[in-house]
Nanobody, 113 residues
Framework: VQLVESGGGLVQPGDSLRLSCAAS????????MTWVRQAPGQEREEVAS???????SYADSVKGRFTISKDNAKKTLSLEMNSLKPEDTAMYYC?????????WGQGTQVTVS
C-alpha cells in the first residue's frame, strides 16, 4: 500500500495550486480518502474528505476555496486549492481511512507567501 503526494510548492497569496495523490496496492474506490495538513507548531487539520460514494466534506477554513476529487480508474486523489492564503501554508498529506488504521503518504509542502 502506497500513497505518493505531489504538486506542492511556493505560491503567492491569491494563487491556485493542485495537489495530487497517487495510490497503489489497494482497491482505491473502496476507501474514504482525506487530505490532512499540519503546520509547524499547530494542530493537525482535516482539510477535506471524499467517501467511497463520492460524498465530500470540508473544513470551514477551506470551504468554497478547495475542492477534493478522485479518479478511481487512475487511483488518484486531487485537491484543487484556489485563493490561497498565508494560513494555508502547511505540509499536506493524503490519508486512506483516517478514522480506521490510517495509511499516510509522505506529504507535500505548500507555502503561501
Amino acid at each position: 500500500v502506497q500513497l505518493v503526494e505531489s504538486g506542492g510548492g511556493l505560491v503567492q497569496p491569491g494563487d491556485s495550486l493542485r495537489l495530487s495523490c497517487a495510490a497503489s496496492g489497494f482497491t482505491f474506490s473502496d476507501y474514504t480518502m482525506t487530505w490532512v495538513r499540519q503546520a509547524p507548531g499547530q494542530e493537525r487539520e482535516e482539510v477535506a474528505s471524499i467517501d467511497d460514494d463520492g460524498t465530500t466534506s470540508y473544513a470551514d477554513s477551506v470551504k468554497g476555496r478547495f475542492t477534493i476529487s478522485k479518479d478511481n480508474a487512475k487511483k488518484t486523489l486531487s485537491l484543487e486549492m484556489n485563493s490561497l492564503k498565508p494560513e494555508d501554508t502547511a505540509m499536506y498529506y493524503c490519508v486512506r481511512s483516517l478514522a480506521d488504521l490510517p495509511i499516510w503518504g509522505q506529504g507535500t509542502q505548500v507555502t503561501v507567501s
